[in-house]
């Protein structure tokens, strides 16, 4: 009876165990044979060395194959990432109305701001940047992809009253690179527009100041910004580019000298000590050959008449495949 009695309590003793293991143990150590796989999975692939592989050709075999897939799947990830983006017109409507729904909400705020109140301190003023901005940047990362930075190609044509025309010819180039939309979206989305539809516009650098290059367009389809957008951390230094006047834009400049003192927060007006123009972009190639040794020397110096013009011919938005490398975007509508 006594060996009746304790085989009995095994058993039951097993039963209980196995019910605590389904209700409360974790089900990767449920079964003994996945207990090894999950300390695998997570534990470190060694390596295989050369001489290993010298030494046992199935090994090596084996080693190649495992290469071989490897490539076919960071080809078919890359060619996925690079893969023609499909927009859904509606959705990108949608997003384009919301942007000019909050746009339009900042410049009404802007307009009747109270005497001696700042965009850049109110608190109901910041709030309605930062939805614009937030908006602003949906509608970029839908439109022009999450990989950034983006760029924008600017071919020149140089008149015959250009002093390089001679020696160096009609036509040039030079590329900027646009700011973290993180930084400043309603800026550089604005200047992505003035690309956008430049085929329908005209443009030329009509100024040569000793600080600034600055060039219009005309014929856009792009308001001047609904607030003067900043960062402190891109600032106006050599090379960069910013949007001129107050309102700012869409008349833009390229900084031939630091112009942080120049164009910096409370520098154009004493009244607002923290406005400043917006910098959105910089010149990340052609800065010396084309910026510096060709525009700069434009005939005369303020504001030129337009026998004496630097042309823009064409401005060309380029976004960064999974690669790093850039490539023409290409509008859908």
Known sequence: FGVIFATGCVVLLCCVFLLWALLYMPPDYIQVA?????????????????????????????????????KARNTQLAAAVIAPRKIDPAIENMMVSKVVMYDTNVRKIKKNLPNKVFMETDETALAATKELQDATRDLLYYRYGALEPYRIKFDLKFQRSQPTFATMGEKDSFVIELAPSALVP?????????????????????RRADHVLQAMVKGHQVEHLAFQEYSPKFPHVKGTVGYAGRPSGPEFYVSIQNNVGNHGPGTQQAYNPHEAD????????????????????????????????????????????????????????
């Not at 290993?52 to 050709?57: E, F, G, H, I």
């Not at 020397?297 to 504001?303: A, D, R, T």
């Open 34 to 70: 996945n207990v090894a796989a999950v300390i695998d999975s997570k534990r470190p692939q060694e390596e295989t060395s050369p001489q290993q592989l010298r030494r046992n050709p199935l090994l090596q075999a084996t080693h190649d194959d495992e290469a071989q897939q490897a």
């Open 186 to 206: 309603h800026s550089i989305y604005s200047f992505l527009e003035i690309a956008r539809h430049f085929h329908l516009q005209k443009g030329a650098f009509h």
């Open 278 to 333: 917006s910098c959105f972009g910089k010149v990340v190639e052609g800065f010396e050959e084309v910026v510096l040794k060709r525009i700069t020397k434009m005939p005369g110096s303020g504001f030129l008449k337009p026998p004496m013009h630097v042309l823009i011919d064409a401005m060309t938005i380029l976004v960064p495949d999974a690669h790093g490398e850039y490539q023409i975007w290409q509008d859908h509508q």
